[in-house]
């Protein structure tokens, strides 16, 4: 029997070992990024590995690149808040200027334009061997949730706010294309995760305005 392959069944529906699994890792990297733990990376990592063998298996292209790209920021996070917390201090969170929030957009919409064309052309998404409308539907949700995923990534490790509600929009596709695909333990957790980022948002935003307010009263 294939090791990426087994799992076990529940009311007739196979789950893997590796979806279940990975996606505990998975949540578990958004409770600890809540609390603002440096093993929120390490963890990622881990999850990483072992839902890019589950989207491999399900022939999800793009999520399994969006996996080893996790993995790759993994290591970027952990550089960035280590780098943060240096000398005892405390992760300081702040949203986006303008101008950062700007740049988060346009790549966006610009990046999930060329990865959609590139997940096409290659044929690297799963979606681009299936009939037209739903096969340039499903390569377009891969790239949307490729790029927004790398977006919302970068912008955790920079500790910018923004980064739970990218991964509001992220979830908002991802949850109805996991489970059309079959990873109903992938589908659910993502649902779960929209309520623990918005959650997130709001309880770093207070710890913004919390700390702005601090500062502002030492200024006096």
Do not use: C
């Not at 949203?95 to 966006?108: C, G, N, T, V």
């Not at 949850?175 to 770093?204: E, H, N, Q």
């Amino acid at each position: 029997m294939n090791w990426a392959n087994a799992g076990f069944t529940i009311f007739g529906t196979h789950v893997l070992w590796t979806d279940l699994i990975g996606n505990i890792a998975a949540l578990s990297t958004v409770l600890l990024a809540m609390r603002k733990s440096i093993w929120t990376w390490p963890v990622q990592f881990t999850g990483s590995v072992l839902l890019f063998i589950a989207s491999v298996n399900a022939h999800i292209t793009g999520n399994a690149l969006k996996q080893a790209m996790f993995a790759a920021l993994a290591v970027y996070g952990w550089w960035a808040w280590r780098r943060g917390t240096q000398n005892g201090r405390q992760l300081a969170v702040r949203p986006a200027d303008w101008w950062e929030r700007s740049l988060l957009i346009a790549f966006m919409l610009l990046g999930t334009v060329v990865v959609g064309l590139l997940f096409y052309f290659t044929g690297l998404s799963w979606g681009a061997h299936e009939p037209l409308p739903k096969g340039a539907f499903l390569v377009a949700a891969d790239a949307y949730i490729f790029v927004g995923s790398a977006i919302a990534t970068w912008a955790q490790g920079r500790a910018l706010v923004d980064f739970w509600m990218v991964w509001v929009a992220v979830d908002l596709v991802g949850v109805p294309l996991a489970f059309s695909s079959g990873l109903v333990v992938s589908g659910t957790v993502y649902g779960i995760f929209f309520v623990l980022v918005v959650i997130g948002f709001v309880k770093w935003l207070r710890e913004y305005r919390s700390s702005s307010l601090a500062v502002a009263a030492v200024a006096r």
